[in-house]
C-alpha cells in the first residue's frame, strides 16, 4: 500500500491541539517540520503532504473573530516549505498544494519542474479548486468562481502545466565547449496553447523535470472532480467515511479511469484516514474519546461555514440543523452526506458542527497497532483503497505511534514497503514516467 503524510502542525483532529500530549503549535519553526519529515522518511513513507488555504473563514458571524479565537489558523505557504525540506531529506516524495483558481500555469509549471529537479525528482503538485468566498476576495474577486467554471478552468490550467513540462525534451541540453552550441534548439518547444481561459506560448525556462511530469494530485468527490481527475490525475485524495462507500468510490472511480483510455493503476486512489494509537483497543478509544471532549462546536462551524460559503451562525446551535444542499457553493460534495446524515437523525446545528470536524469525515482506525494494521490491510486487500493519507489528530505523539509500531506491523505483513526501491517519487508510486508529447 502506499502512505503519504499529512503535514500539519497543529495536528487534524477540531480538539487535537488542546489534548494534554501535543506538542505546541509552531507553525513556522522549520526545526519541526524538518524532525516530522525525517521520521516519515525512517519509515519509508511514500510522500509528507503540505495542503494550503488562501485566506481565513470569516463567513461565521460576518468576520474572522470566531475562527481567529476557536482554532489554529497561521499556516506556512507550501511550496517555500517543501523546497526547505527538499534539502533536509533525500528519498521520501514532497507535495505542495497551489489552487487552480488563483495561480497562472506558467508559474505552477516553474516552480514544481524546479522543486522537482532540487529534490531528484520528489515534487508533487496538489492541483485544487479552492472552495471559499474569502479566498476569492484576496484576490480581487466578491465571490469565488461557480463550481462548474472553477473545475473547466482546473482542467485547462492542468492541461497546460503538462504541455510546459513537456516543452523541453529530455536531451535538449548537450552542451558543447568546442562547437559553442549549449542546447539543441529543435528540442525545445513553443506550446502555443490558446484556450477560453488561458493564452500561453511557452516554452518554459527549466529544463525537463526529472519525473518528467511532477507527480499531480486532486482531491474531492463530487462527480466533475471525478471526470477531471481520471483523465489529469497521478493520485487522488479522497474523502471516505467507511469502507462501504470507499469500495463502491474505488470501483466507479477505476472503472472511469479504464473507460478513458488509462490503465486502472496509473492513478493511486488515498482516502484520507485518521489513526488513533493505543497500547490496547481500550486505550485507543479513551484517547478518542478524550479528543472528543476538546472539541468547540463553534470551531467546527467556522470551518463548516467557510468550506461552504454559507454562515451558519444564522442558526442557533440549540436548533435542528438545516437542509442546506442546494444553497452551498463550496465543498459540495463532501456535504451532501454530512448534511442527509443530520436531517436523518435530527442532529442539532452544534453536534453536527462537533461531529463533522471530528475526523472532517475522513475514516477512523482507532485501536490497538495490530487492530489499525488490520482496517487497513482491510480496505487494501478489499479494494476501497491503494493505500492512505495519514491525517494524524494532533502532533508530533499522534503519529508516532504509527510510524513505529504500525509500520513495522504492515512490513511484517508484506504490505508496505521495507525500503525504498527507487529515487523518485514516481518510483515509490509505482507510476510511469511520461515521455514529452514533443519527442
Request: hydrophobic share 40%.
Amino acid at each position: 500500500m502506499h502512505l503519504a503524510l499529512f503535514c500539519t502542525e497543529a495536528g487534524m483532529h477540531a480538539g487535537g491541539w488542546r489534548h494534554p500530549d501535543a506538542g505546541a503549535v509552531r507553525p513556522f519553526d522549520l526545526g519541526f517540520y524538518r524532525e516530522l519529515a525525517l521520521k516519515a522518511e525512517a519509515a519509508k513513507l511514500d510522500m509528507l503532504f503540505v495542503a494550503d488555504k488562501l485566506g481565513l473563514d470569516d463567513l461565521y458571524g460576518g468576520g474572522v473573530a470566531a475562527t481567529v479565537a476557536r482554532r489554529p489558523n497561521a499556516r506556512p505557504e507550501p511550496l517555500t516549505l517543501i523546497a526547505a525540506l527538499a534539502g533536509a531529506t533525500s528519498r521520501i516524495g514532497l507535495g505542495a498544494t497551489v489552487s487552480t483558481s488563483y495561480a497562472e500555469p506558467y508559474h505552477v509549471a516553474r516552480m514544481f519542474a524546479t522543486i522537482d529537479h532540487l529534490s531528484g525528482g520528489r515534487a508533487a503538485w496538489n492541483a485544487v479548486t479552492s472552495v471559499s468566498d474569502s479566498e476569492a476576495r484576496n484576490f480581487g474577486r466578491a465571490a469565488h468562481l461557480d463550481h462548474a467554471s472553477r473545475y473547466e478552468r482546473a482542467d485547462e490550467f492542468i492541461d497546460v502545466v503538462r504541455k510546459l513540462w513537456d516543452s523541453w525534451e529530455e536531451d535538449a541540453i548537450r552542451p558543447d565547449k568546442a562547437s559553442g552550441r549549449f542546447a539543441d534548439d529543435r528540442r525545445v518547444h513553443y506550446i502555443d496553447h490558446e484556450g477560453r481561459h488561458f493564452r500561453v506560448r511557452g516554452p518554459l525556462n527549466v529544463e525537463r523535470p526529472p519525473q518528467g511530469h511532477p507527480v499531480v494530485i486532486q482531491a474531492g468527490v463530487s462527480g466533475t472532480f471525478q471526470d477531471i481527475a481520471t483523465r489529469q490525475a497521478d493520485l487522488v485524495f479522497t474523502v471516505q467515511p467507511d469502507l462501504d462507500s470507499a469500495k463502491r468510490a474505488y470501483a466507479a472511480f477505476k472503472a472511469q479511469v479504464a473507460a478513458n483510455g488509462r490503465p486502472p493503476g496509473s492513478v493511486k486512489m488515498l482516502p484520507g484516514l485518521m489513526p488513533i494509537v493505543g497500547r490496547s483497543d481500550t486505550e485507543a478509544e479513551d484517547i478518542r474519546a478524550e479528543l472528543r471532549a476538546l472539541i468547540d462546536p463553534v470551531a467546527g462551524l467556522t470551518f463548516m461555514s467557510g468550506s461552504m460559503n454559507y454562515d451558519l451562525s444564522r442558526h442557533p446551535l440549540d436548533g435542528p440543523f438545516p437542509d442546506l444542499r442546494d444553497v452551498i457553493t463550496g465543498s459540495r460534495g463532501r456535504f451532501q452526506r454530512v448534511i442527509a446524515d443530520a436531517l436523518e437523525r435530527g442532529a442539532t446545528v452544534a453536534e453536527v458542527g462537533a461531529a463533522y470536524v471530528e475526523s472532517l469525515s475522513f475514516a477512523v482506525a482507532a485501536g490497538s497497532p495490530k487492530t489499525v494494521a488490520d482496517i487497513l490491510e482491510q480496505w487494501v486487500t478489499e479494494q476501497a483503497a491503494d493505500g492512505f493519507v495519514l491525517m494524524p489528530p494532533y502532533l508530533p505523539g499522534g503519529v508516532d505511534g504509527f510510524l513505529t509500531q504500525v509500520v513495522p506491523e504492515l512490513q511484517r505483513r508484506g504490505l508496505f514497503r521495507r525500503e525504498y526501491c527507487g529515487a523518485t517519487l514516481r518510483d515509490h508510486l509505482g507510476l510511469d514516467r511520461p515521455a514529452s508529447r514533443y519527442a
